[in-house]
């Protein structure tokens, strides 16, 4: 080859690099605008997404960019790379499916939005709060203190019950009375429940409390109540404490005894 010759393979790599460098720090500019917009708002996708589709275009900014450089030196070495490029990334994606669905799952959750950060959720054998959602798996904090980290993957295919999000907590309990209770005093019981549930704090009219006589046992006269009370758990508990002490001193002071076996159920 010619000096002649030399010179315009220098020139033209030299061009091509500088123009791959140029649209490199072009393509800079939309993307720390992106960035910057993304810090300031509080959509969680943008703090997923903003930094893969950068990353994307940076590398196929400058794979794009190799190439062609390398194709003005040595044309077949050029297509050499192609090929070894397409094996390569058809290797990667078999070997990333696990990554690449929990990325995608991330996005799904995000847009999605069954959950955010500090929301008390349940996903089937696991119950806590949601820590961090992050490109790979979503930490939540179980009810013991431990962590636990599941595959976004995963975690976009399944039931998930947003605890946080519901409009109330249902509670229901028994009332044991002893058998041998006459039939005025247990409708006093019940009036008596029903009365108490009725002025409960966060009462909504449309779900107002249910107090029934359920059956009668082999050892008691069961009276069912449920209730709803305001997405709360811990004062809902605080809640149904009291309930049960004011059903207890009412019973007192009416007569009503308290079946002598068992003790309320929870559910």
Same mark, same amino acid.
């Given at each position: ?34 960035q ?7 959509? =969680?996708?943008?703090d997923?997404?903003v ?15 190799t190439?062609k ?9 050029a ?46 054998t696991?119950?806590? =709060? ?17 962590r ?36 005025? =005093?247990?409708?006093?019981a ?78």
């Amino acid at each position: 080859a010619s000096k002649q010759e030399y010179f315009k393979t220098g020139t033209s790599l030299l061009l091509s690099l500088a123009h791959t460098a140029t649209v490199y720090h072009f393509v800079l500019v939309p993307i720390a605008w992106a960035q910057k917009i993304a810090d300031q708002t509080d959509n =969680k996708l943008d703090d997923v997404l903003v930094p893969m589709i950068s990353t994307v275009i940076r590398v196929t900014v400058v794979l794009v960019g190799t190439v062609k450089a390398v194709s003005i030196v040595d044309p077949e070495t050029a297509k050499s790379v192609l090929a070894l490029l397409a094996t390569g990334a058809v290797a990667i994606g078999f070997a990333a499916q696990d990554t690449i669905k929990n990325i995608f799952g991330a996005v799904m959750l995000i847009i999605d939005q069954p959950f955010t950060l500090g929301d008390s959720i349940n996903i089937g054998t696991h119950e806590g =709060k949601v820590e961090s959602l992050g490109l790979r798996s979503t930490v939540i904090v179980l009810l013991d203190g431990q962590r636990v980290a599941i595959p976004n993957g995963d975690l976009a295919g399944r039931s998930i019950i947003n605890i946080t999000r519901r409009d109330f907590i249902r509670a229901q309990d028994l009332v044991h009375l002893e058998m041998n209770t006459p039939a005025d =005093k247990v409708k006093e019981a019940v009036e008596i429940i029903r009365e108490l549930l009725s002025k409960h704090e966060g009462f909504d009219h449309r779900l107002p409390p249910l107090v029934h006589v359920m059956e009668f046992g082999e050892w008691a006269i069961n009276i069912r109540f449920m209730y709803w009370y305001k997405p709360n758990l811990a004062k809902q508990m605080e809640f149904n404490e009291k309930i049960m002490i004011q059903i207890s001193e009412k019973f007192q002071k009416a007569g009503i005894r308290l079946a002598a076996q068992g003790t309320p159920q929870n559910r």
